[in-house]
């Protein structure tokens, strides 16, 4: 076998580890670091410099700024923070990620690295097996991702050494031409690797081996920054329209600083070693280059973050249109559990609310009852997917007190449904155009009365919400049926209706009893889950009301 291959053979087990490594550390980082990471976000970003220092302390906290943003997203989609605030989070977030590269220049070159990694592997392994899915085992994931990303250095690092003398690197990264190539690879290489911080760490490594110099290293640097808005783009196929917008904000803020950053690569590294001194180390040089143009990027976007985000707001509003659509739910989200519990509780709100609407649409006077049966298939398919997405966080490590949650979330989702069609079925059996006794017709204007009450009550976001009050509305409305049941039987026995008549409208006050015990066993499930929402008073912004249904 040649020398050849067996570099490029070493070269890409290197970078599996490298991505190993930091899919495993970025995993157990963000199952660590949940509840901090959603406090964070919940608490921290009413001003654009805490969103700013949020997104940069986050994301050096997890090691993955896309793990930042799609847990931004699931803010942003469940209402406990606007689409500004999320800007000024990915704006810090891209500061952020370039702590990877200072762990890479400063420890990845100065230690023995299989000394230091083999340690922390044993360790890792350990309390990851012995602690599984719990935040103890999280980070014993992470200390094993760590590891394995180390050992990754040390194997590109060998690789690096012995290609510096065979290819020339120096020679296709010189002139214009030559720093072209190095752009365009810089974005490959991301685009390959999905990973801008491990495209960032092979070249450092490959800078601090000499086999790219350093200008040709920062072009490297600049192509990967640009290759990443690849992973944004492909992570948020399908999504909701608010993770487009937070993604494209991500690929505005790197598409925006390149071109600005690229022409004066030269003064930028002229600059780093009048600061610092002409005997920085090439890594630590490329590590700095790459922080100072997300600096600049962040300093130069930041003033205009309020126009690139109204400018969003008006795109992608075609999957909002779409009526049967979730608003809450991303699968981006669901790597962070507790963001996809707080998703899935909102969609069921929705849902709730409008089955809600739908219920008290049947009980006017004036009703389309082929309408409502045209928005009740709409949230049919809400529901319909709203139960996949269930089933795709069973697949997910969930806490047991979080994964007990899931039946029920179905259940409600089968309450709606249920109190849908009792009510649509009342809705399509009443006569129109019959002349009622005054004492049924009363009876009826009573109990749908009372019903309605009922469903604004049964709203468990609505202020005031309470389910003991709820229980009392129950025990009226049970005590109002069965006043409206003996009535209508009483008109039956005595003549004033047909038989048929009193049988129909049995059958109706029948239908109302079961929509709104449906509806109450729903309510009750909901309260219950309002504990597991990321949201605390006076944090983020109102919550829709009730009667909000888009």
């Known amino acids: 076998m040649s020398e050849y291959a067996i570099m490029l053979m070493s070269f890409a087990g290197g970078v599996a580890l490298f991505l190993l490594g930091m899919k495993m550390l970025t995993d157990g980082l963000k199952l660590a670091a949940g509840d901090t990471l959603r406090n964070l976000l919940a608490k921290y970003t009413s001003t654009p410099l805490k969103g700013v220092f949020s997104g940069i302390l986050i994301t050096a906290m997890v090691q993955s700024s896309s793990a930042v943003i799609f847990a931004t997203i699931g803010f942003v989609n469940a209402g406990l923070m606007t689409l500004l605030q999320a800007t ?190 002409p005997d920085l180390s090439p890594a630590v040089t490329i590590a700095l280059f790459h922080t100072t143009i997300k600096v600049t990027g962040l300093i130069l976007l930041l003033p205009f973050a309020a126009k690139l985000t109204a400018m969003l707001e008006q795109r992608f ?18 790597a962070t559990p507790s963001l996809a519990m707080s998703a899935l509780i909102f969609e069921l709100k929705r849902i709730g609310r409008k089955s809600r609407k739908l219920v008290t649409g049947t009980l006017k006077k004036k009703r389309d009852v082929a309408e409502l049966r045209e928005n009740d298939e709409v949230i049919h398919e809400l529901s319909f997917l709203t139960g996949e997405y269930v089933q795709k966080m069973q697949r997910s490590d969930l806490e047991p007190e ?36 005054a004492d049924v017709a009363e009876s009826f204007k009573i109990l749908k009365g009372l019903m309605r009450s009922f469903l604004k009550k049964a709203d468990s976001e609505k202020a005031g919400f309470s389910i003991d009050e709820l229980a009392k509305l129950i025990q009226q409305l049970e005590s109002t049926y069965e006043s409206a049941k003996l009535t209508v039987l009483k008109a039956g026995s005595d003549g004033k209706i047909p038989i048929s008549e009193m049988v129909v409208l049995h059958d109706i006050i029948r239908g109302y009893r079961r929509t709104w015990e449906q509806c109450f066993k729903a309510a009750m499930y909901m309260d219950g889950f309002n504990n597991l929402i990321d949201h605390e008073p006076g944090t983020g912004p109102p919550l829709m009301e009730p009667e909000s249904v888009d």
């Open 88 to 277: 000024y989070v990915i704006f810090g977030s891209n500061v952020g990620t370039t702590l990877t590269g200072w762990i890479v220049a400063t420890v990845g070159f100065r230690l023995n690295l299989q000394l230091m990694a083999l340690p922390l592997l044993a360790v890792g392994m350990a309390l990851w097996l012995a602690k599984g899915t719990t935040k103890a085992g999280a980070l014993g994931q992470a200390l094993v991702g760590f590891s394995i990303f180390f050992l990754g250095i040390d194997v590109l690092k060998n690789t690096f050494e012995g290609l510096a003398d065979t290819v020339p690197f120096d020679t296709l990264g010189a002139g214009f031409w030559g720093m072209a190539l190095m752009f365009l690879i810089g974005i490959l290489l991301t685009s390959v690797m999905q990973s801008s911080s491990a495209a960032i760490a092979v070249v450092i490594t490959a800078v601090a081996t000499g086999v790219v110099p350093i200008q040709a290293a920062a072009v490297l640097v600049i192509g990967a920054d640009i290759g990443t808005t690849s992973t944004a783009l492909f992570a948020v196929v399908g999504a909701t329209a608010n993770a487009k917008r937070a993604a494209m904000m991500h690929v505005l803020f790197n598409l925006l600083k390149g071109p600005v950053a690229l022409p004066f690569v030269g003064v930028y590294l002229a600059g780093i070693f009048w600061v610092f001194g």
């Open 317 to 334: 509003t075609e999957t909002e249109q779409q009526a049967g659509s979730t608003r809450y739910l991303d699968d981006n989200i669901l």
């Open 402 to 437: 979080s994964a007990e949650v899931l039946p029920n979330a179905l259940r409600v989702l089968q309450y709606f449904s249920e109190a849908r069609q009792h009510a649509l079925e009342s809705a399509s059996i009443i006569q129109s155009g019959v002349e009622l006794p």
